[in-house]
């Protein structure tokens, strides 16, 4: 996939971007987003459900993880559409957080449909709540914490869509129950960003506080993404990356 160009990836931020996606999951993503960037969502949730579902199919399991597979393409090319068409939103952030919900809850029914006859049918649906708990947990503090990072960090602004939800209608109640979902779930980064909103002038996050957030907020998960690969920082420098990023 390396003759798509690099410049047309849309990639979220420099520090953020894990390899799997750097290399794989955003070239195969851009070959997808030709939809809205909501139907792409949709269409990842419907494909990583089905797939989900034939894992715990000894016949189609890996018939299900190709589908699990093309999920994480789909699921690449509707941020990336977003991104590229000034299409970004609320409910689509929050859209493609079901999408994967909707995925591992499948996933785990089939889990248990597999292993309930073997293991038991009790002990089959209380290991697949627990994973499915953990899972919750850790996408929401993932897309918070990302979110909050592309913010403060990168773009230096206050990123008003984790506080405050400003989406109307019958898709209100959604959004902001998502949102205050990952808001009971923060803990103490809430003071964090009580103490930089006091620093905010003209909407913009001062540049000191911006690297002080990085230097605080970036190191601990930092190995896993595309920062710290040789390779990748030498082809994108940050600077260029950053520029890339604000395509």
Known sequence: MSEVP?????????EIEELVDIYFYRRAGYVVARLSPNAVSILAG??????????????WALVGV????????????DGQLARMTGRTSEFGRVLDGLAGYATHLALYLGLVAASG???????????AAVAGFCT?????????HRTAYAGFAIHGRVPTELMTPSVSGV?????????????????????????????????????????????CFYRPPCRFSAGRDPAFSKRF??????RLTAW
């Open 46 to 59: 419907v494909v990583g459900a089905i797939g989900g579902a034939l894992v715990g199919r000894p016949r």
């Open 171 to 215: 898709l209100r109640p959604v959004v902001r129950g998502y949102a205050a979902m990952q808001r009971a779930l923060v803990g103490l980064h809430r003071m964090v960003e009580q103490d930089i909103a006091r620093d905010v002038c003209d909407g913009r996050v001062p540049d000191s506080v911006r690297h002080l957030y990085r230097e």
């Open 136 to 144: 919750a947990i850790h996408a929401q503090m993932y897309d918070y």
């Open 6 to 14: 690099n410049d047309r990836l849309a990639y979220k931020a420099y």
């Open 117 to 127: 006859p073997v293991w038991g049918w009790g002990t089959a649906f209380a290991l």
């Open 66 to 77: 190709g589908l699990l597979v093309a999920h994480g393409v789909i699921d690449s090319a």
């Open 237 to 242: 420098p940050p600077e260029v990356f950053h």
